[in-house]
């Protein structure tokens, strides 16, 4: 089923006046430094309930600006109502006119029964994500990329400068992710490790092309690496807060509860596995399929992206503590002079 309708929303993420009155809290995890082209990896264990995403992705702050520069996101998406899958999509273009090209693809065990380690490789020629070492996709510049979305993704030597990003949230778009059950909150994300590599042609462990640059595996909370987000967006039901962001026993722990019940109060779950993994450079044997499950009906459709026919919106951050807006932020909650405000006016359609 195709969903043809047009959608005006003027979103003014650079001044944002109305106070927020979610009655949910989520979290997003963020690297302050932003990468070129590389591999990186995280050993997880996703939150799944209906109406939720739990995810992992790249992203180029100021994308969201409305002044002409490129978009640039890569995604791995868990969606509730389907934990033994995950969505991979890369998003282009720009601010007014967004490209996407999503797939889905089977996790087995599902993605909330046991942890996995979920793989990103951005090169000049290609995208490409693996579960548990096990390539899932790979679009390659010039052979299965009709909208040239790899060479979008390209700016120099090094390749556009990308954050990475973990978040926990629950949309507000049914036919997406299905509808929102309370019930189970809370829910958790946990994240064993985290790993990035540089992209080193010619170098590299057995030929790989990608030397490691650091690690973390949470023993404790790094303030230098990582920030915890404090906003939201519009189609999003919760606020995204620091107050859900832990770490706990070497696990990383984003949540998703109730508003004023942000807290950890469970067991960590043991990833043997993947502390060995770790330690030892060496990815366990995994049961995932390969299998590319695209969607075949109405319920898979998501009116925040598109398909490749298509253009997407994606929702919009404003930064709020509190239940207030705090101060003038662009998209992703970033500080923004205030005089420049007409530079983040948006205009969506699709």
Request: proline share 4%; no cysteine.
């Amino acid at each position: 089923m195709h969903l043809k309708t047009t959608l005006s929303v003027l979103a003014i993420a650079a001044v944002a006046t109305m106070a927020q009155n979610k009655a949910y809290s989520g979290a997003e995890l963020y690297t302050l430094e932003e990468f070129g082209y590389g591999k990186y990896e995280a050993r997880m264990k996703m939150a799944a309930a209906s109406g939720t995403v739990s995810s992992m992705f790249l992203y180029q702050n100021g994308s969201e600006k409305n002044d002409g520069r490129a978009w640039v996101e890569v995604d791995i998406e868990v969606l509730g109502k389907a934990p033994n899958q995950f969505q991979s999509n890369i998003i282009t273009g720009n601010a007014a006119k967004q490209i996407t090209s999503e797939k889905h693809h089977t996790v087995n065990p599902a993605a909330n029964e046991e942890f996995h380690t979920y793989g990103i490789e951005w090169t000049p020629d290609y995208v490409r994500w693996t579960v548990d070492g096990v390539e899932m996709r790979k679009t390659v510049k010039g052979e299965n990329d009709p909208r040239n979305q790899v060479d979008a993704l390209k700016n120099g030597q090094n390749g556009i400068q990308q954050g990475l990003r973990f978040n926990i949230w629950s949309s507000e778009s049914e036919a997406w992710v299905g509808p929102f059950d309370e019930s189970k909150l809370p829910l958790f994300q946990f994240i064993n490790w985290v790993k990035a590599y540089k992209y080193t042609p010619g170098q590299g462990p057995n030929g790989s092309d990608f030397t490691l640059d650091w690690t973390d595996n949470f023993d404790s909370f790094d303030s230098g690496r990582w920030g915890k987000g404090d906003w939201t967006f519009d189609g999003n039901r919760v606020d995204l807060t620091k107050q859900n962001i832990y770490s706990r026993d070497g696990m990383l722990i984003l949540a998703l509860t109730r508003k004023g019940q942000e807290n950890f109060n469970g067991q960590v779950p043991q990833d043997a596995a993947g502390d060995a993994e770790y330690k030892n450079g060496t990815t366990p044997a995994s049961s995932s399929s390969a299998q590319d499950n695209p969607p075949s009906s109405s319920s898979e459709f998501n009116p925040f992206s598109s398909s490749s026919e298509t253009e997407a919106i994606h929702p919009l951050r404003t930064q709020t503590s509190n239940r207030a807006i705090r101060g003038t932020v662009n998209a992703k909650g970033a500080r923004v002079n205030p005089n420049n405000k007409a530079n983040y006016q948006v205009d969506f359609n699709f």
